[in-house]
C-alpha cells in the first residue's frame, strides 16, 4: 500500500484507498487508453482496444461514492523494481478489464472403471482475447485424448499412489488478507492497518522467506484463554457484524445512535463475562510464560521455557543492577526477554534484529535504553520499561498502546525525534494549530500540533528522508512572508534520488521552490497552504470539502 500511495502522490495511479470495483457511466476510457499506447510492453494492446477492442468493463456491487476502482493515470515508463512491478499489475488489469472475455471449448470425461469413476477435462483456448495482455491469469490449454460417448478402452497402466493429508502451512500477507476480506473485516483502507497492529502488538510475527505469519506465545496465549472462556475475541464474528453495521450507516440504512447502543449493550455483557471467567485467562499465559522475573533454566525448548542468558546486558532502571536478556528459540521463531531478578521484572524485546545496549539512559525511567539495528542494516532505538508501559502523549495527541520505541516520545532526549521541535509556520486549516514536520513509519510528513482535531496533513515523497525547519531563517518570498514560513534543511535518500544528486541542501515548503514542490505532484506546498482542505490525506483523495489544487484563499491576506 505504501508503494501504490507513493505512485498516486506522483500521479502514476488513481486513488488507491477504494473499495469501489465498478466505473461510473461516462467514465472517459479512451483519455486513458491512449496514455498506455505510449508504453512500449503493452501500448500495441491498448491500441487494439481503441481500434474496436473495447468493451466497457464488468461492474461490480462495490461503490464507495468518492473514489473510481484505482486505475494508471498516466505512462508508467522510467519506472522500476517493486514500483513498476505494481504499476504494471494495475495497469495490465486495467487494459483487461476493457477486453472481451476469452472463450475456450472444455471436455469432460467420466471413466467407469469396476465400479469406480474417474474424471479427466481437456481445455482449447479459441480465443485469447483479455489473456493477452493479462499472464496473471492463468488458462491454458490442456490435452486428452479423443473419447466417444459409451466407447470402451484398455487403461495404459493402473497406478495407486499412497498418500497422506498434511497440516495447512502458515499463511502468507496476500492469503491473509483473502481471508480478511472474505470474512468482512477492514476495508481496503484499514486492512493494512490491521495487520500492522497484530505485529506493532506482538500477537503475530512474520517469519520464513516469504513473510508467512506465524502466532507469538502471546497470540496463542490470549486466543486459547479467550476461547476456554467462550468468547468470541479471536473468532472473525464480532469484527465482521461491527464492519457491516458501519457500512449501514453509511449507506443511511441504520442511525449511528442506535448502532453504538447496541454495541454498547453487547460489550458490556461479553465485559462482566470475561471478568468472570479471568482466571481461565491467567491459566492461559501461565501455561504459555514463566512467572515474571523468573530466568528460565538454559536448555529449556517449550513455551516460556529456557535458552542462552547474557547477564548484565544492560541497565535496569529501579535497582541500577544488570538486565539478563534471555533468548529461545522454538522451530522458526525467537523470543527475547530482558529480566531482572532482583526486581522480579520482565520485558519482552523485539524477536528480530540485532541488540545492543545504548550507553544513553531514559529520562522518564532511568532504563538504559537498547539499540536494535534490523535485517535492512536500519537502526532504531527503545526503553525496556517505556516500550511496554508508554509514557502519557501530550495533550491532543492519540497514545501508543505497547511497542514504544524512542522515535515515538516526546520527551527532552535526543533519542525522541517525535519532539515538536521548531514549527514550520501557522495551520491554514484549523488557524489556531501550527504545521510541524513529523515522521510516521520512515515517512516524512506535514501535520498540524492540533492533531487529532486538525488533520490537516502532507506527505512527502520517499526521496525525503528527513527535513528541519530552520528557527532562525524565514523564507524570504513574498508568499512566504505572508505566511511567516522558515526555510528547511533537507536530507535526501541517497537511495532514491540520481548519481550526484546533493544530499543535503536547504529549500522551502511554501510552494516557492520549484524544485522541492515538483516533487510532491500531484499536490503541491502551494494548495497545502491556501487550502485546508485540498491537501489533507485524512479522509482521503481530496475527501472533506473537495477543494481543488490552489484554488483556496489565503487566511492571513484574503487573497
Known amino acids: 500500500m505504501k508503494i501504490a500511495e507513493k505512485l498516486y502522490q506522483q500521479g502514476y495511479l488513481s486513488y488507491p484507498r477504494t473499495e469501489t470495483n465498478r466505473f461510473p457511466a461516462g ?139 498434511c497440516p495447512p502451512r502458515l499463511l502468507t500477507e496476500a492469503e491473509l488478507i483473502e481471508l480478511m476480506d472474505r470474512n468482512g473485516i477492514g476495508t481496503d483502507a484499514t486492512i493494512a492497518t490491521h495487520i500492522q497492529t497484530i505485529q506493532d502488538r506482538s500477537y503475530a510475527m512474520k517469519t520464513g522467506p516469504n513473510g508467512e505469519f506465524a502466532p507469538t506465545t502471546l497470540g496463542l496465549a490470549l486466543t486459547e484463554g479467550y476461547d476456554s472462556m467462550g468468547l468470541e475475541f479471536s473468532r472473525p464474528k464480532l469484527r465482521a457484524e461491527m464492519e457491516a453495521q458501519m457500512l449501514e450507516i453509511g449507506s443511511g440504512r441504520r442511525r449511528k445512535g442506535d448502532v453504538v447502543a447496541e454495541a454498547v449493550r453487547r460489550y458490556r455483557d461479553i465485559f462482566v463475562r470475561a471478568v468472570g471467567f479471568a482466571t481461565k485467562l491467567d491459566d492461559a499465559m501461565r501455561k504459555h510464560f514463566s512467572p515474571a522475573g523468573a530466568l528460565p533454566a538454559p536448555g529449556g525448548g517449550g513455551p516460556g521455557g529456557g535458552g542462552q542468558q547474557q547477564p548484565d546486558f544492560s541497565r535496569c532502571g529501579r535497582c541500577c543492577k544488570g538486565l539478563t536478556l534471555v533468548t529461545s528459540v522454538v522451530g522458526e521463531r525467537t523470543t527475547r526477554t530482558l529480566c531482572c531478578a532482583g526486581c522480579q521484572l520482565s520485558f519482552q524485546v523485539p524477536g528480530r534484529g540485532a541488540l545492543a545496549p545504548n550507553p544513553a539512559t531514559c529520562p522518564l525511567c532511568n532504563f538504559q535504553v537498547v539499540t536494535v539495528t534490523t535485517e535492512q542494516d536500519k537502526t532504531y532505538t527503545f526503553c525496556p520499561w517505556c516500550r511496554s508501559n508508554p509514557p502519557p502523549p501530550p495533550a491532543g495527541e492519540l497514545g501508543c498502546v505497547s511497542n514504544f520505541n524512542c522515535f515515538r516520545c516526546n520527551a527532552d532526549c535526543p533519542l525522541a525525534s517525535k519532539r515538536s521541535g521548531t514549527p514550520l509556520g501557522p495551520c491554514p486549516e484549523c488557524r489556531t494549530g501550527k504545521i510541524h514536520v513529523k515522521t510516521r513509519d520512515g515517512t516524512v510528513f506535514l501535520g498540524c500540533s492540533g492533531f487529532p482535531a486538525c488533520r490537516h ?89 473537495g477543494g481543488g489544487g490552489g484554488s483556496g484563499v489565503c487566511f492571513k491576506c484574503n487573497q
Not at 467 to 485: G, K, T
Request: aromatic share 10%; proline share 5%.
Open 27 to 165: 467514465f472517459d476510457f479512451n483519455s486513458l487508453l491512449r496514455v498506455q499506447v505510449q508504453h512500449e510492453r503493452w501500448g500495441a494492446y491498448a491500441q487494439r482496444l481503441i481500434d474496436g477492442g473495447f468493451r466497457n468493463p464488468r461492474g461490480g456491487n462495490g461503490d464507495d461514492h468518492a473514489h473510481p476502482p484505482i486505475h494508471p493515470t498516466k505512462c508508467g515508463e522510467g519506472l522500476s523494481g517493486d514500483e513498476f512491478r505494481l504499476y504494471e499489475y494495475i495497469a495490465r488489469h486495467f487494459l483487461a478489464c476493457c477486453s472481451d472475455d476469452a472463450r475456450g471449448e472444455e471436455t469432460r470425461v467420466e471413466v467407469d472403471c469396476a465400479g469406480e469413476l474417474f474424471h479427466a477435462e481437456g481445455l482449447v483456448v479459441t480465443q485469447r482475447n483479455y489473456l493477452d495482455v493479462f499472464p496473471y491469469n492463468a488458462w491454458t490449454d490442456k490435452s486428452i485424448p479423443y473419447f466417444r460417448e459409451g466407447e470402451r478402452f484398455t487403461p495404459d497402466s493402473l497406478d495407486m499412489r499412497e498418500g497422506a493429508t
Open 457 to 545: 496533513t502532507l506527505w512527502l515523497p520517499g526521496c525525503i528522508a528527513a527535513a528541519r525547519p530552520l528557527a532562525d531563517s524565514p523564507c524570504n518570498s513574498e508568499q512566504c512572508r505572508r505566511l511567516d514560513l522558515l526555510r528547511v534543511s533537507v536530507t535526501f535518500d541517497k537511495r532514491q534520488v540520481h548519481a550526484g544528486t546533493p544530499l543535503e541542501r536547504v529549500g522551502c515548503f511554501g510552494g516557492c521552490d520549484a524544485e522541492l514542490n515538483d516533487m510532491v505532484q500531484p499536490k503541491s506546498f502551494t494548495s497545502f497552504w491556501r487550502d485546508g482542505t485540498s491537501s489533507s490525506t485524512g479522509g482521503g483523495g481530496g475527501g472533506g470539502g
